[in-house]
């Protein structure tokens, strides 16, 4: 943009120049030639006004001697024929001169100044040749000057216009950078307004803007983790019911299962509170975050009689995503199986590590499959369930810089492939 400015001021100015500078062009060349003209007139003029007066040749050319200049040449031609100065050929003009007509006429690139003058032996002839270097004389210098100036004057303003695009554009490259900072998670990035007032009017507005996305972004994680901390009271009579089961086996495992959800609610609360500006760049090992939860949820799938298949690539394989949000888009995968296909519906959960960096997670089952990619948006569902689990799935691969496929198997049901990026090293 600031070349583009300096450009159209550059173009601004060259219109204005061409427009003064065409005309003092064609002033100069009219100025030059009518110079020329006015001398070789007066030369003319002056020598026919000796001549009429002199009587002897010798006189004569005396007076042209007088006049002969480097450039501008007179010539006499007497009444007798005798021509005193340079050869003076036959023209229309040297006619019309004998003719007792004073004329200037064209010869050439030169202007002949022929004028008759009344002597007491007769009609006599001054003939002044203009050649056409005398009347070009000056006009190159002219030229040289004015095509100086004009380029002195392209140059000069485009400097100016360059060095006020960038006083202008500078503020609006420090909103530009506020504002990547800000769609990057710094809520805490700043502008300080300089420049124009209508760009300290927008960063003026971009802080206010920050600021409130700043308390509105404080709110909602202080909301999540009130919400979170008030699940701690069911989670709590949970127990307790659980470790009053009579078969000490179910109240072991139902002990367990509440254990993993106030972990799970005690997570989340941290997350919550943990302050988003400054925060490292999320990373976990995919490879022990699948394992767990695949641990997790086998059980369940043993009981409603579901063969799994596991396929999980040894770790460490980092990954650009925070453990417990992996751990709940892996429980949303898991949990989407069970909960919405036939009980005995096998299905299998493949991890492999990505040529690129990061893992490609794949979890894949024989059930009726998925409607389409359009499950993908939050709050999309077709089972009557909240829709947020695949949304979950997607956001946290493409926060990692990954992304969701869905596909079917070869059995008819759904293939659901989350690829996610590398941790950042």
Same mark, same amino acid.
């Given at each position: 943009?600031?070349?583009?400015?300096?450009?159209?001021?550059?173009? +601004?100015?060259?219109?204005?120049?061409?427009?003064?500078?065409?005309?003092?062009?064609?002033?100069?060349?009219?100025?030059?030639?009518?110079?020329?003209?006015?001398?070789?007139?007066?030369?003319?003029?002056?020598?026919?006004?000796?001549?009429?007066?002199?009587?002897?040749?010798?006189?004569?050319?005396?007076?042209?001697?007088?006049?002969?200049?480097?450039?501008?040449?007179?010539?006499? $031609?007497?009444?007798?024929?005798?021509?005193?100065?340079?050869?003076?050929?036959?023209?229309?003009?040297?006619?019309?001169?004998?003719?007792?007509?004073?004329?200037?006429?064209?010869?050439?690139?030169?202007?002949?100044?022929?004028?008759?003058?009344?002597?007491?032996?007769?009609?006599?002839?001054?003939?002044?040749?203009?050649?056409?270097?005398?009347?070009?004389?000056?006009? +190159?210098?002219?030229?040289?000057?004015?095509?100086?100036?004009?380029?002195?004057?392209?140059?000069?303003?485009?400097?100016?216009?360059?060095?006020?695009?960038?006083?202008?554009? $500078?503020?609006?490259?420090?909103?530009?950078?506020?504002?990547?900072?800000?769609?990057?998670?710094?809520?805490?990035?700043?502008?300080?307004?300089?420049?124009?007032?209508?760009?300290?009017?927008?960063?003026?507005?971009?802080?206010?803007?920050?600021?409130?996305?700043?308390?509105?972004?404080?709110?909602?994680?202080?909301?999540?983790?009130?919400?979170?901390?008030?699940?701690?009271?069911?989670? +709590?009579?949970?127990?307790?019911?659980?470790?009053?089961?009579?078969?000490?086996?179910?109240?072991?495992?139902?002990?367990?299962?509440?254990?993993?959800?106030?972990?799970?609610?005690?997570?989340?609360?941290?997350?919550?509170? $943990?302050?988003?500006?400054?925060?490292?760049?999320?990373?976990?090992?995919?490879?022990?975050?699948?394992?767990?939860?695949?641990?997790?949820?086998?059980?369940?799938?043993?009981?409603?009689?579901?063969?799994?298949?596991?396929?999980?690539?040894?770790?460490?394989?980092?990954?650009?995503?925070?453990? +417990?949000?992996?751990?709940?888009?892996?429980?949303?995968?898991?949990?989407?199986?069970?909960?919405?296909?036939?009980?005995?519906?096998?299905?299998?959960?493949?991890?492999?590590?990505?040529?690129?960096?990061?893992?490609?997670?794949?979890?894949?089952?024989?059930?009726?499959?998925?409607?389409?990619?359009?499950?993908?948006?939050?709050?999309?569902?077709?089972?009557?369930?909240?829709?947020?689990?695949?949304?979950?799935?997607?956001?946290?691969?493409?926060?990692?810089?990954?992304?969701?496929?869905?596909?079917?198997?070869?059995?008819?049901?759904?293939?659901?492939?989350?690829?996610?990026?590398?941790?950042?090293?």
């Amino acid at each position: 943009m600031r070349r583009r400015f300096a450009l159209t001021v550059l173009a +601004t100015t060259s219109i204005v120049v061409a427009a003064f500078l065409i005309p003092l062009v064609v002033l100069v060349r009219e100025i030059a030639v009518d110079r020329a003209m006015a001398e070789g007139t007066a030369d003319a003029r002056n020598v026919a006004a000796l001549i009429g007066v002199l009587r002897d040749p010798e006189s004569v050319r005396l007076v042209v001697a007088g006049y002969d200049r480097d450039l501008i040449t007179t010539t006499v $031609r007497l009444p007798d024929g005798t021509v005193v100065g340079p050869p003076l050929p036959s023209s229309a003009g040297l006619a019309a001169a004998l003719e007792g007509r004073a004329v200037t006429t064209t010869v050439g690139a030169d202007q002949e100044i022929v004028v008759p003058v009344e002597t007491p032996a007769g009609r006599a002839v001054v003939r002044t040749v203009v050649p056409g270097e005398a009347l070009r004389r000056g006009v +190159t210098q002219a030229y040289v000057v004015l095509g100086a100036l004009a380029v002195g004057l392209l140059v000069v303003a485009f400097v100016v216009a360059d060095r006020f695009a960038k006083w202008v554009l $500078r503020p609006v490259g420090a909103l530009a950078t506020v504002a990547r900072h800000l769609g990057q998670g710094d809520l805490g990035a700043r502008v300080g307004p300089v420049g124009p007032a209508e760009l300290v009017e927008v960063g003026t507005a971009l802080n206010l803007l920050a600021d409130r996305i700043g308390g509105l972004v404080a709110r909602e994680r202080e909301s999540v983790a009130d919400l979170s901390h008030r699940l701690r009271t069911p989670l +709590t009579a949970l127990r307790l019911e659980a470790h009053g089961l009579a078969d000490p086996g179910e109240s072991a495992r139902m002990v367990a299962l509440v254990r993993t959800l106030e972990r799970t609610a005690t997570q989340i609360i941290a997350e919550a509170r $943990r302050p988003a500006d400054g925060a490292a760049p999320p990373r976990c090992d995919a490879a022990a975050v699948v394992a767990d939860r695949v641990r997790f949820w086998a059980p369940l799938a043993e009981d409603l009689g579901r063969r799994m298949e596991l396929r999980l690539a040894a770790g460490p394989l980092p990954v650009a995503a925070a453990g +417990t949000a992996l751990a709940a888009a892996v429980d949303a995968l898991l949990e989407n199986v069970l909960a919405h296909t036939p009980d005995g519906t096998p299905f299998a959960v493949t991890l492999l590590p990505r040529p690129a960096g990061g893992a490609c997670l794949r979890v894949a089952d024989a059930g009726p499959g998925l409607s389409g990619p359009e499950v993908l948006a939050r709050g999309a569902s077709a089972a009557g369930s909240t829709g947020l689990g695949l949304d979950i799935v997607r956001r946290v691969a493409e926060s990692s810089g990954g992304g969701v496929r869905l596909t079917r198997s070869a059995a008819g049901g759904a293939v659901i492939e989350v690829e996610l990026g590398p941790a950042a090293r």
